[in-house]
């Protein structure tokens, strides 16, 4: 992996430190440029150097992470929270994001969300929008879109073009309306269960993840399964299928 570049904004020196310690231990490929605890010392700082990956903190004591985001110059650099904020209502922000730490950061976890950075080194231009777009509405259950990275790219999606979710050990597959070939994310079905579920998804088998509005019909053959409207079939756990009656 080519040499990046990384700055980190917390409002607490010690964590800074932490994340510090951590880089120079586990990630020694990256030029660590500077950090800052406040959105105004950042802003001095990111508008003139140009950075690979920014470590931000979302809930600071008088701003948010995403107030930074707000004044970034366009493809500024890839984003990867690391924040103790972890509240249910941020689950549609950690899936447009590059990557999300929980404090205290867990080294193999931080080794992973560099190497990702790596491998989808070009700077998507919507990938702060999205951030943005996350953060405004999440609380209101009206996100529209979602981002899908796998090896190749960041896809950002329409969530009612999600016909349903595949689950492959920390794998999930995606099956999007008018498209053949799923988009496979290297994250669980688990993660994504929490999020989609506020947008009429239901998890009808312990591998599958189903959109609500793309059913076709319900077979009693073979055990019970779901005809979707791509015409893919997907079966229904005998535990789950009270669920069918809400559906």
């Not at 120079?24 to 001095?44: D, F, H, N, W």
């Not at 960041?154 to 597959?173: F, G, P």
């Not at 959109?211 to 409207?229: E, P, R, T, V, W």
């Amino acid at each position: 992996m080519s040499n990046l570049t990384c700055y980190i904004v917390d409002d607490e020196q010690g964590a800074i430190d932490a994340l510090l310690a951590l880089l120079q231990r586990y990630c020694p490929q990256l030029t660590i440029t500077g950090s800052a605890k406040s959105v105004e010392s950042a802003l001095v700082h990111l508008t003139v150097h140009a950075t690979d990956i920014l470590f931000l903190d979302i809930k600071m004591q008088q701003e948010t992470g995403f107030d930074l985001l707000k004044q970034l110059p366009a493809n500024s650099a890839h984003i990867i929270f690391v924040t103790a904020y972890d509240e249910y209502g941020v689950q549609a922000i950690k899936f447009s994001a590059t990557d999300y730490l929980l404090k205290p950061v867990i080294p193999e976890e931080l080794i992973a969300a560099v190497y990702k950075v790596g491998q989808h080194k070009s700077i998507q231009a919507e990938q702060i929008a999205m951030l943005l777009q996350s953060y405004q509405h999440q609380q209101f259950n009206t996100q529209k879109r979602i981002a899908l990275a796998d090896q190749h790219e960041v896809r950002y999606v329409l969530i009612d073009h999600i016909i349903c979710c595949k689950a492959d050990n920390s794998y999930t597959s995606f099956y999007l309306h008018n498209e053949i070939r799923p988009v496979v994310v290297s994250k669980s079905i688990a993660d994504y269960e929490q999020i989609l579920s506020l947008y009429g998804f239901v998890r009808i088998h312990q591998s599958w993840l189903i959109n609500k509005n793309h059913i076709d019909s319900f077979k009693k053959a073979d055990g019970g399964y779901l005809m979707m409207n791509n015409k893919m079939s997907v079966p229904v756990s005998r535990q789950r299928k009270h669920l069918l009656k809400d559906l």
